[in-house]
T-cell receptor, first 118, second 113 residues
């Protein structure tokens, strides 16, 4: 079974600074994908970035980058130059990429709340 | 614009009552999902469907039922057997390709009267 752990329940970050959100995972699947989502207070889930387990390079998407360390089973999200609008819950999730019976289901971590201070 | 529409935004349930949450997508996605989110916690999978007329239980299916009669629609019924239904419910869809993200609706907040 897959498991995602986000150990930081909440974080403060100063506007314009970078912040790293931790995500560790446990899986026996050889091929998997890791996703990060942002959930503002309004509730919708916004997809941020994706990393495949066999991708050679760390994923980047604008101000978001993923520090993927496969041997340590970690996929930390880095948000650079934080903005007030980055205040939200952030969720790490993973999916088995090989077993069709898994149905592309996502397993979510418990989330990290980020509050950006002006 | 393509997207996922959930309705209603807020829903109240009386004791012993079944209520149905609507989820419609116009993204032409094959797969659809229902998640439950309790305050301050992550999402837990209730049911999912990979194709029309087929669906599977997720991790917390007890007290819930679904149908998938059309590709665009995946309604969730919260039955009276679900003793603690107060939560935020999110519907999602995906193209079915493993590296594609799931796209989410805006959610429905269900409370007990």
């Amino acid at each position: 079974a897959q498991k995602i752990t986000q150990t930081q329940p909440g974080m403060f970050v100063q506007e314009k600074e970078a912040v790293t959100l931790d995500c560790t995972y446990d899986t026996s699947d050889p091929s998997y994908g890791l996703f990060w989502y942002k959930q503002p207070s309004s509730g919708e889930m916004i997809f941020l970035i994706y990393q495949g387990s066999y991708d050679q390079q760390n994923a980047t998407e604008g101000r978001y980058s993923l520090n993927f360390q496969k041997a340590r089973k970690s996929a930390n999200l880095v948000i650079s130059a934080s903005q007030l609008g980055d205040s939200a819950m952030y969720f790490c999730a993973m999916r088995d990429l090989e077993r069709k019976a898994a149905g592309n289901k996502l397993t979510f971590g418990g989330g990290t709340r980020v509050l950006v201070k002006p | 614009d393509g997207g996922i529409t959930q309705s209603p935004k807020y829903l109240f349930r009386k004791e012993g009552q079944n209520v149905t949450l609507s989820c419609e997508q116009n993204l032409n996605h094959d797969a659809m999902y229902w998640y439950r989110q309790d305050p301050g916690q992550g999402l837990r999978l209730i049911y999912y469907s990979q194709i029309v007329n087929d669906f599977q239980k997720g991790d917390i299916a007890e007290g819930y039922s679904v149908s998938r009669e059309k590709k665009e629609s995946f309604p969730l019924t919260v039955t009276s057997a679900q003793k603690n239904p107060t939560a935020f419910y999110l519907c999602a869809s995906s193209a079915g390709y493993s590296n594609q993200p799931q796209h989410f609706g805006d959610g429905t907040r269900l409370s007990i009267l």
